[in-house]
């Protein structure tokens, strides 16, 4: 039964994935090309890279790419559902918690470090994106003088009307999108 | 908290809100973070920051990805558990549709270059975003004044940074702390 395997499959992967990201990947590897072989090893490179390509977190895009192959739409729809029960479950009932402990003090104690702890964590996510933008994959290790000028001035307008004038973030990135376009391919 | 559900057609905003911000969601779960603080704090004004930082780091202990966790949260926070419905249909709808197509033409979309190059520009503009998103934060840490939440979120920066210190590790060691040592704070206000 080729619907529950993949709900199952995709599932482990959802409920082992702890800490996001890609911390997902070697499980999903380890579900589909080792133990089922929905894919060979080059398919799934081509879905990590694929996966850059698009929106959303990694594991979705592997369980809708896999349940496609495997099972078409029906596939993909079972495979996504897997993925993400196991975060609905757990994280409803921490959200319970919460909600109902909110204001009690050792919660609040204990949020109180987390919330700047998780401002520490979003700036080095937007260091690294950063660095990507403008060193490309190899990062900061060929050496300062190889940042790409274009992405460097692109990034800085982008910053000051985003902090000035408080645009909307998503048409900012389409716009610079657009941009990334022309200056890429036609300049 | 005031009851958001009685606006009009709020769970429609709901669920256009996420399915939005999942389509734009390029470059990893912290993205979506950004992104939802500024429309749903700063737009919409639904949550507070304080919120939006505690609907993360729940997020990030939970298993699966962050952008389904905290769009559960903020549906779960905002309009219990049907909220927690709608946020989650918006958020996993665009990587459905948007891989099943792509799962037909893939060999041809990795190697156009024309494609190649509008995500290039628009990970220029993430890491805009996100920069102005975090310095927003920044400031926000830094106006309670508190000497141990500056260290706390320095020290997680540099663990994460330089030490390459596991996600996992830093929020359970920044929670015991904060349990331990700021306990008998009063509650957080906004400073705003």
């Given at each position: 039964?080729?619907?529950?395997?993949?709900?199952?499959?995709?599932?482990?992967?959802?409920?082992?994935?702890?800490?996001?990201?890609?911390?997902?990947?070697?499980?999903?590897?380890?579900?589909?090309?080792?133990?089922?072989?929905?894919?060979?090893?080059?398919?799934?490179?081509?879905?990590?890279?694929?996966?850059?390509?698009?929106?959303?977190?990694?594991?979705?895009?592997?369980?809708?790419?896999?349940?496609?192959?495997?099972?078409?739409?029906?596939?993909?729809?079972?495979?996504?559902?897997?993925?993400?029960?196991?975060?609905?479950?757990?994280?409803?009932?921490?959200?319970?918690?919460?909600?109902?402990?909110?204001?009690?003090?050792?919660?609040?104690?204990?949020?109180?470090?987390?919330?700047?702890a998780?401002?520490?964590?979003?700036?080095?996510?937007?260091?690294?994106?950063?660095?990507?933008?403008?060193?490309?994959?190899?990062?900061?290790?060929?050496?300062?003088?190889?940042?790409?000028?274009?992405?460097?001035?692109?990034?800085?307008?982008?910053?000051?009307?985003?902090?000035?004038?408080?645009?909307?973030?998503?048409?900012?990135?389409?716009?610079?999108?657009?941009?990334?376009?022309?200056?890429?391919?036609?300049? | 908290?005031?009851?958001?559900?009685?606006?009009?057609?709020?769970?429609?905003?709901?669920?256009?809100?996420?399915?939005?911000?999942?389509?734009?969601?390029?470059?990893?779960?912290?993205?979506?973070?950004?992104?939802?603080?500024?429309?749903?704090?700063?737009?919409?004004?639904?949550?507070?920051?304080?919120?939006?930082?505690?609907?993360?780091?729940?997020?990030?202990?939970?298993?699966?990805?962050?952008?389904?966790?905290?769009?559960?949260?903020?549906?779960?926070?905002?309009?219990?558990?049907?909220?927690?419905?709608?946020?989650?249909?918006?958020?996993?709808?665009?990587?459905?549709?948007?891989?099943?197509?792509?799962?037909?033409?893939?060999?041809?979309?990795?190697?156009?270059?024309?494609?190649?190059?509008?995500?290039?520009?628009?990970?220029?503009?993430?890491?805009?975003?996100?920069?102005?998103?975090?310095?927003?934060?920044?400031?926000?840490?830094?106006?309670?004044?508190?000497?141990?939440?500056?260290?706390?979120?320095?020290?997680s920066?540099?663990a994460?940074?330089?030490?390459?210190v596991?996600v996992?590790l830093i929020i359970?060691a920044?929670?015991?702390?904060?349990?331990?040592?700021?306990?008998?704070?009063?509650?957080?206000?906004?400073?705003?």
């Amino acid at each position: 039964m080729i619907y529950l395997e993949l709900f199952l499959s995709f599932f482990q992967v959802g409920l082992f994935s702890i800490g996001g990201g890609y911390a997902a990947l070697p499980l999903i590897q380890n579900q589909v090309v080792t133990q089922h072989a929905w894919l060979t090893v080059s398919e799934f490179a081509d879905v990590v890279t694929l996966s850059q390509m698009t929106p959303g977190p990694i594991s979705l895009n592997a369980a809708t790419f896999v349940g496609t192959r495997v099972g078409g739409a029906l596939g993909a729809i079972i495979a996504t559902a897997g993925v993400v029960t196991p975060s609905v479950i757990i994280v409803m009932i921490l959200a319970a918690i919460y909600v109902k402990f909110k204001g009690h003090h050792l919660l609040e104690g204990i949020l109180g470090g987390l919330r700047p702890a998780v401002v520490g964590l979003i700036g080095s996510a937007a260091l690294g994106l950063i660095i990507l933008a403008l060193f490309g994959e190899t990062g900061l290790a060929s050496g300062l003088g190889s940042i790409d000028l274009k992405a460097l001035c692109l990034m800085v307008v982008a910053f000051i009307i985003l902090r000035k004038y408080q645009l909307n973030a998503i048409l900012v990135m389409s716009v610079c999108g657009m941009i990334g376009a022309v200056l890429y391919g036609l300049i | 908290m005031p009851d958001h559900t009685t606006q009009p057609q709020f769970y429609r905003r709901l669920f256009l809100n996420t399915l939005t911000l999942s389509a734009f969601t390029f470059g990893g779960g912290y993205v979506i973070i950004t992104l939802m603080k500024k429309r749903f704090i700063d737009q919409e004004h639904w949550l507070n920051e304080n919120d939006m930082l505690d609907l993360t780091a729940i997020a990030q202990s939970a298993p699966g990805a962050i952008a389904v966790n905290a769009s559960i949260l903020v549906g779960y926070r905002l309009a219990g558990w049907r909220g927690a419905a709608v946020a989650l249909m918006g958020t996993i709808l665009p990587p459905l549709v948007i891989l099943s197509l792509a799962a037909l033409v893939y060999t041809q979309l990795i190697t156009n270059p024309w494609v190649v190059w509008i995500l290039k520009g628009m990970q220029i503009g993430v890491a805009a975003v996100i920069a102005d998103v975090v310095i927003t934060m920044v400031h926000h840490v830094l106006n309670h004044r508190r000497a141990l939440q500056i260290v706390l979120m320095l020290v997680s920066f540099g663990a994460a940074v330089a030490l390459n210190v596991n996600v996992m590790l830093i929020i359970l060691a920044s929670g015991v702390i904060g349990a331990l040592w700021l306990k008998q704070a009063p509650v957080l206000e906004d400073v705003e």
